[in-house]
């Protein structure tokens, strides 16, 4: 089944505990996404990754990094989480975002994070 | 001014009601625009593509209007199972190839029996 896959579900966590979300896709898509999503402040856009070894900031990024070793995985990381990255996380993928191409994006089911 | 605006809502109608939802986009070289659904505490799931000419799946059709930049949504005939929250999501060109994807903050639809 073609999926975008998130873990953990949710996660509890202290100030400053370094954590990884991980993200995979088993769509050979290009293109992988990470936003978060807080009440009245709708989806927003951590990072996002091209293609392989090709990762950019997006409108949030501060407190976060990613990698994209390989093209399935795109893990987000915390370094030293703190409460105002209390949220919920999204993973997404699509085949492409190059403007030519009618690309949803899939979304992996997200990931709950609380730091106290 | 936000690059994709949409009203919040919430909309509150009765079951079988006809109910619309527009979304307006700042950038007039937008290319690519979509509908998605989200229910609560879940991930967004596509709805449909919007295509120049207009296009509709069952119950629901999508329009999109280039010379005033907004995208529509409506909902025919709605059923309880219609109630979540659409997101308008509009695809921008950006640096070179690339191109950046926009969310519209989401309105909340809540269909009563």
């Known amino acids: 089944e073609a999926q975008v896959t998130q873990n953990p579900r949710y996660l509890i966590t202290v100030t400053g505990k370094k954590l990884t979300v991980t993200c995979s896709q088993n769509m050979n898509h290009e293109y992988m996404s990470w936003y978060r999503q807080d009440p009245g402040l709708g989806l927003r856009q951590i990072y996002y990754?091209?293609?392989?070894?090709?990762?950019d900031k997006g409108d949030v990024p501060e407190g976060y990094k990613v990698s994209r070793k390989e093209k399935r995985n795109f893990p987000l990381i915390l370094e030293s989480p703190s409460p105002n990255q209390t949220s919920l996380y999204f993973c997404a993928s699509s085949p492409t975002v190059r403007t030519t191409y009618n690309s949803p994006l899939h979304f992996g089911n997200g990931t709950r994070l609380t730091v106290t | 001014r936000k690059e994709v605006e949409q009203d919040p809502g919430p909309f509150n109608v009765p079951e079988g009601a006809t109910v619309a939802f527009n979304c307006t986009y700042s950038n007039s070289a937008s290319q690519s625009f979509f509908w998605y659904r989200q229910d609560c505490r879940k991930e967004p799931k596509l709805l449909m593509s919007v295509y120049s000419s207009g296009n509709e799946d069952g119950r629901f059709t999508a329009q999109l209007n280039r010379a005033s930049q907004y995208i529509s949504l409506l909902i025919r005939d709605s059923k309880l199972s219609d109630s979540a929250t659409y997101l308008c999501?509009?695809?921008?060109?950006?640096?070179?190839?690339?191109?950046?994807?926009?969310f519209g903050s989401g309105t909340r639809l809540s269909i009563r029996p």
């Open positions: 999501v509009v695809n921008t060109p950006g640096y070179s190839s690339a191109s950046k994807i926009i």
């Open positions: 990754s091209m293609n392989v070894e090709v990762t």
